[in-house]
């Protein structure tokens, strides 16, 4: 199964779609789950804190048994880093490296595999390859050691947060929606030609590839009107797809297009190649949505939805209602459609979808026209603020954001 629809088909409230990486201990993070669970009880779902706080442990330790399978079906390709991520295997990324640098790491066995130069974004990353029989986390720490003034990272691997359903017949459609003509880019896996985007490009092993979650996401975006997508593929054919490095390269050629807004459905773990590629394409005006993840509260941040520069985005039911499984940033801005809805797969076809990826695109369609009515980058969160609906609790909280954008952009 490829790894973009790894998540659980499962689209009723007992049991929704899972999609999201982190492995620290479930225990450790539950605790700080219930109060955010507990304001949010009614809001949910009809469920008694008690099943909700069986719920969210399940679905952390649900999260941590689906990317435990995941890395020994792939361990060829992927293996754990330092902090127990899924990550490409024996590879390790210096940022802004100089000669001195990489001879020093020759000097430990290292061997420069590739390197990057992210010139719409102000900064670089060499790849190279760990010497035979050492596992990543011992060449993290090597490296960290000889070379304490540089940046030295793995390069983790990122995981969609929704999931494609079965497929769907009749239903009414949404209300037309105004055309957008501001381009929105995806990064996320290929989209189906049939959406017609006005550029693709691929950063992975056998990309561009059409796939049902991206596919789902640009369909989503078209359906709240807008015209304009230009698609990253950064996942092709490969296990190891998802990773750090190609999303960044993504961001530079997205950067290149000067592309305004851009959607992330993708979830992963805090990572400081990500983390300066975010800042710096934030710099230049660009405004990014991402997803939250759909392994619960007790779940470990998302990112790069909690970066802060982003605008993190969380699902709603078709009632209004929060989903249970949605996950966390470190800060939540938004809620959008995200179940009780359909899009298209990669052949076209209309399915059920589920979970906070699809979320995501939505609030970006809503970016997009607001710099398509003239508004500066800088305006454009008033401006969302303006639109958003207030749901749950008076103002912005921890469950809805600061309210409900997009809501007529259900395609039921």
Not at 11 to 37: K, N, T, Y
Not at 265 to 270: K, N
Not at 296 to 312: D, E, K, L
Not at 341 to 363: C, I, N, Q, Y
Request: net charge positive; aromatic share 4%.
């Amino acid at each position: 199964m490829r790894r973009h629809v790894i998540p659980l088909l499962l689209f009723g409230l007992a049991s929704p779609a899972l999609a999201q990486i982190g492995l620290s201990p479930v225990g450790d993070v539950v605790g700080q789950a219930m109060e955010r669970l507990g304001r949010a009880v009614g809001d949910i779902a009809p469920l008694d804190p008690p099943d909700l706080l069986h719920f969210a442990t399940q679905l952390a330790q649900d999260r941590v048994n689906r990317l435990t399978a995941f890395i020994r079906e792939n361990r060829t390709m992927v293996e754990r880093d330092d902090l127990g991520q899924p990550a490409r295997r024996g590879v390790v990324l210096i940022l802004d490296s100089d000669p001195t640098t990489l001879e020093t790491a020759r000097r430990l066995g290292f061997t420069v595999s590739g390197a990057d130069a992210f010139g719409n974004l102000g900064l670089s990353a060499t790849q190279l390859s760990v010497p035979d029989g050492m596992a990543l986390p011992r060449a993290l720490a090597v490296l960290r050691k000889a070379l304490p003034e540089r940046t030295v990272t793995a390069d983790p691997l990122h995981f969609t947060s929704g999931a494609v359903g079965s497929p769907r017949a009749g239903g009414r459609s949404p209300p037309a929606s105004q055309p957008i003509n501001t381009r929105v880019g995806i990064i996320d896996g290929g989209i189906a030609p049939s959406l017609k985007p006005i550029a693709v490009r691929g950063f992975a092993t056998g990309a561009p590839a059409p796939s049902d979650h991206g596919t789902a996401v640009a369909s989503l975006l078209r359906r709240a009107g807008v015209t304009n997508i230009l698609s990253a593929d950064v996942y092709g054919r490969g296990p190891a797809g998802g990773n750090a490095l190609a999303i960044v390269r993504a961001m530079d050629w997205m950067a290149g297009e000067k592309v305004p807004v851009i959607s992330i459905s993708l979830v992963g773990p805090r990572n400081p190649l990500m983390e300066r590629a975010i800042t710096a394409i934030a710099k230049r005006g660009v405004i990014i949505t991402a997803a939250v993840g759909n392994d619960g509260p007790a779940a470990p941040p998302a990112f790069p939805a909690s970066y802060s520069p982003v605008i993190a985005v969380t699902g709603v039911d078709g009632r209004n209602r929060a989903l249970i499984e949605a996950g966390r940033a470190l800060h939540l801005d938004y809620a959008a459609p995200g179940a009780d809805m359909k899009a298209l797969d990669g052949k076209g076809v209309e399915h059920s979808v589920r979970g906070t990826s699809f979320a995501a695109p939505l609030v970006a369609a809503r970016a997009a026209a607001a710099l398509d009515r003239g508004e500066g980058s800088e305006s454009v969160r008033a401006v969302l603020n303006s639109e958003a609906r207030d749901l749950g609790r008076k103002g912005p909280d921890q469950v809805y954001g600061r309210g409900l954008l997009c809501g007529a952009c259900r395609s039921p």
